[in-house]
């Protein structure tokens, strides 16, 4: 045999480790890429050793300042890594080139002489450099999604360290590293050359290629939507994929939502409930029963006298204690077990039961079939107030009350999405199932609600969507 794991908690705990590993095969990846780069661009151990050294201690220190605040990372956060060293990079490559025009400039200088000169000339260049990087970032504070907002204020702390450590490890390592001697100067102008060759003799077609290209963005952006599924982070041949799979395939889906409905007013939950006390109370009566009729106004003196003296009679009789059922009897049947909220919960589970992006649907109407093919009838008005009362307490943990609060008056029905299900658009099938519950049931909105991991997926999901437009 084979076991799969799947589901929300899995989901959950194998994020974790993915990020995890991210954090180490990503960020060696970077490293070595910016290695190769920069030994093709400079052909020089030492604009190498200077940069990638400027990029690893800021990282670390940053780690370090994480670590120490208890600062923790998320999935959206954890990429402040990757992003760190790029701009860290791009402040000691500014140095690394400042160095080199002073270099070949002033040869009669000193290594430290010329470093100085170097991080004086690019201080404030530099410096407004990285604080419109910062502004950008802290831009995502109005985000409204703290991971979000974490990675902007990690990335903020970042360039302070960046800029920090660059200023101070990127003088003394080149004072320190000996200089391997008179080179010729390197042809860094070929390439640039070529591109102002372009431009001035194909000017024309440079401007109808960037036409293009805006029109092409321009349609790209028209088409973006905010969709993406979970099983999408894995790989087909991972454990929690093919978990996963299975469970939409064969089980009924993977991402929980819930639909949450609200009794009626007051004045019409009453009302419902006391017709069902009646129809309870009084089916079983004839209506030619003369005795089933009011009070005919008739004196009872004995049973007066008796009434009188019912406390007296009863106070030395050891079984004669006051047992009272008035908080059985007298309490409201719910709504939700009268036939009319009965039939509510069987429109809503049907509606929801229909889309073909939903799995699985239970609620209390599950519950309702169930004893209907149990009486082999559809179930009254009195065996729905005796489900809620008298069934097993066993019975009711599984068919009741995961569905059904009694202290709130509400009522629960559940489904998973289909999570593998190439068509699922999430915040479109939450707006039509919405739209459409209420336009079939003629329910005001205040009595229904969706929450779920589904909802908050789909929330993270509009805001990411929203605030890259908003921090633009």
Known sequence: SRILVGGVPMIAADMLDFVQDDLVT???????????MLALIFRDYRWVLVPISVCTLSALLMLGI?????????????NFVAVLLVVALALAIH??????????????????????????????????????TMVAFTSLVVAGIKPVIDFGWMMTAGIVVAFAVSFTLV????????????????DTLSMTRWFATVVERFGGAVLAVTAALVLLVALGLSRLQVENRFIDYFKDTTEIYQGMELLDSRLGGTIPLDIILYPPSESGLEAGASEAVEVANFEGVS??????????????????????????????DPFGEDVSFADENSAEIGYWFTLEGRDLVDQIHNIVDARPESGKVLSLSTGFSVMDRLYDDKLGGVELALIERSLPSDVAEVLIEPYYDPVEQQARITVRGMETSKTLRRAEYLESLYAQILADTGLDETRVKFTGLLVLYNNVLQSLYAWQILTL
């Open 171 to 186: 003088p003394a390592l080149i004072a320190l590293l000996p200089d391997p001697g008179a080179k010729g100067a390197s």
């Open 95 to 132: 140095l690394v080139v400042r160095y080199r025009e002073l270099e070949a400039k002033e040869p009669d200088l000193g290594r430290a002489e010329r470093a100085v000169m170097a991080a004086k000339l690019m201080f404030v260049p530099c410096f407004y450099t990285a604080v419109t």
């Open 287 to 316: 209506a030619d029963d003369s005795f089933a009729g009011g009070d005919e106004g008739f004196d009872d003196d004995f049973g007066e006298g008796f009434a009188g003296d019912e406390e007296e009679l009863w106070d030395d």
């Open 26 to 36: 990503f960020g060696t990846s970077i490293i070595l890429v910016m290695v190769a």
């Open 66 to 78: 994480l670590g120490y605040t208890d600062w923790r990372m998320t999935v959206i956060s954890s």
